[in-house]
């Protein structure tokens, strides 16, 4: 297996990629300012015509992520699309085709809260109270969710019964607290995984959200050959991007900024990163950076003056 580069910057692999997959929350932004250098960054890839895909794990979709990141101070001019997990659910309501979303219906038993609901409603999907009258079921990440695991036992049999189709989103977007899952979506999916049902996961890291990324990429003359995803997670950003064979570079500053803090040299660094990569079955970034930064200057290769 290769071993990761590590970089200075964004700069070091700019010339090697034409499209860019960014996250967006803990490599941009922190939902409240944006990162020293981001901007920077973004500026410097579009002066050298790369195409800047924002990802995220979101219930906004891509109108309304750009209102977001505008208010945050990130302009539409500084990226070139928008794909979040909200989109590409709206987009399979809209659309009902592409293998999950293929006949899904409108009438959804909800397993989530206010969040999903306004989702829902603001894409025409009706939510039934029984689940009797329902063509799919969501179970939604982006809400917190009540009561444990059993409490939703006769009600996933049921489902699974009808072969009602099930789509869970953003299934990682709330942390371990304590010995519980608050929010239960991953534990919920799990178990409809064991009872026999099949359960399609919308957001990072899976494909669905990868291989739409890569539809866009393709309408714009750009192969997952010359893409980089760069992201601030092992478990959503750099395993995704590896599922669909695409290289990456994790943001060491952002969610696993505690396992670097004390790596003073090279050989800290290197030593922290492989114990992530253990963590995550051997899958390994190709890239390494401190933050999302142009770092070193690259030579004006079209106006450098030749040598007298």
């Not at 901007?39 to 891509?62: H, P, Q």
Request: hydrophobic content about 40%; aromatic content about 8%.
């Amino acid at each position: 297996m290769p071993n990761t580069k590590f970089c200075h910057g964004i700069s070091d692999i700019s010339d090697s990629y034409t499209g860019f997959i960014i996250d967006t929350w803990g490599v941009l932004h922190d939902t409240e300012r944006v990162f020293d250098g981001a901007v920077e960054c973004l500026k410097e890839l579009k002066a050298r015509k790369k195409f800047v895909l924002l990802m995220s794990n979101s219930e906004l979709d891509a109108a309304h992520m750009r209102i977001s990141l505008k208010e945050l101070g990130l302009a539409e001019n500084l990226y070139s699309d928008i794909l979040t997990s909200g989109e590409l659910l709206s987009y399979g309501i809209k659309t009902q085709k592409d293998g999950v979303f293929e006949g899904m219906g409108k009438n959804c038993y909800l397993i989530g809260g206010d969040r999903a609901r306004k989702f829902l409603e603001d894409n025409q999907v009706k939510i039934v109270k029984y689940l009797e009258d329902a063509s799919f079921m969501l179970i939604s990440g982006w809400d917190y969710l009540e009561g444990d695991i059993a409490s939703y036992e006769t009600l996933l049999r049921e489902a699974i019964r009808k072969k009602i189709k099930i789509l869970c989103i953003n299934p990682d977007s709330r942390a371990l607290l304590g010995n519980n899952y608050k929010t239960a979506t991953v534990n919920i999916s799990r178990r409809i995984q064991e009872l026999g049902g099949v359960v399609h996961m919308i957001g990072k890291p899976y494909k669905p959200i990868f291989y739409h990324a890569i539809h866009i990429l393709h309408r714009n003359g750009i192969y997952p050959g010359q893409t980089v995803m760069v992201g601030d997670t092992m478990a959503h950003d750099i395993v995704g991007a590896s599922l669909v064979n695409m290289d990456t570079c994790l943001v060491r500053s952002g969610m696993h900024a505690p396992i670097f803090k004390n790596s003073a040299t090279p050989a800290d660094v290197n030593k922290a990163l492989n114990i992530l990569v253990n963590q995550y079955n051997n899958v390994r970034p190709t890239y390494l950076v401190d933050r999302l930064k142009w770092g070193k200057a690259l030579p004006d290769r079209k106006h450098k003056k030749r040598a007298g």
